[in-house]
């Protein structure tokens, strides 16, 4: 137990040191490397896309599939619909807060059954895009906010996190997992491809649209 908790919150210490990294922007200057930064996270991002897709071609038979792919794309449609009318601060931090639902969702299906070498590269690589995730968070909530709240706000992006990962283990050990996985892979995967739509949509320059298809080559290869 004290080894699922543990896994379950290295995804959370990312996203917190990379909220730490935003607020020290003015002392260590990171706020040039910040494309670089968000093109790792999209890079790796992609390549938790490809073997989650993978994964739906297991149950593809499954109508729950579908039912979870279609949830999770209107829960991404309302959910910007919702952000959009924020400020640019508040944005991110919502845009943030809601695509770490599914990367809960997935580092729970992980810890779930026995846990494997894959199943540790994914927790680790949604760990690491984690942090790129938490210093553009607070990086942004710097411009209105006082470094201490802007650190918080960068954290508390990302407890949405392990609380997802607690509700899918609660589920799958009481829950047939055959019932439920389909459901939850589905929304995870239509969720996240969404979000790693819009981020690609904001690689504008040659060098971060490298940057990330590189990043998706290594974490992919990594993830296998």
Request: net charge neutral; aromatic share 8%.
């Amino acid at each position: 137990m004290a080894k699922i908790i543990l896994l379950s919150l290295l995804p959370l210490a990312g996203t917190s040191l990379g909220a730490y990294l935003g607020v020290l922007k003015n002392t260590t200057k990171i706020d040039n490397q910040e494309d670089t930064l968000v093109a790792i996270a999209t890079g790796i991002l992609g390549a938790i896309c490809i073997n989650l897709c993978f994964e739906t071609l297991e149950y593809i038979r499954d109508i729950k599939l579908l039912v979870g792919i279609l949830t999770g794309f209107v829960f991404v449609f309302l959910m910007d619909k919702i952000t959009n009318q924020e400020t640019l601060h508040s944005q991110l931090f919502w845009a943030m807060l809601i695509h770490n639902i599914p990367e809960g969702i997935i580092v729970g299906i992980a810890l779930t059954g026995t846990i494997t070498i894959q199943k540790l590269g994914i927790i680790a690589s949604v760990s690491l895009q984690n942090i790129p995730d938490g210093l553009v968070v607070s990086m942004a909530a710097l411009q209105k906010h006082r470094k201490t709240k802007a650190f918080l706000l960068g954290f508390l992006s990302g407890v949405v996190e392990p609380i997802a990962v607690a509700v899918i283990i609660f589920f799958m050990q009481r829950i047939n997992l055959e019932i439920v996985e389909p459901i939850f892979i589905g929304f995870s995967v239509s969720s996240i491809i969404s979000i790693e739509f819009d981020l690609l949509k904001s690689c504008h320059k040659t060098k971060v649209l490298l940057i990330s298809l590189a990043a998706t080559l290594l974490f992919n290869g990594i993830l296998g």
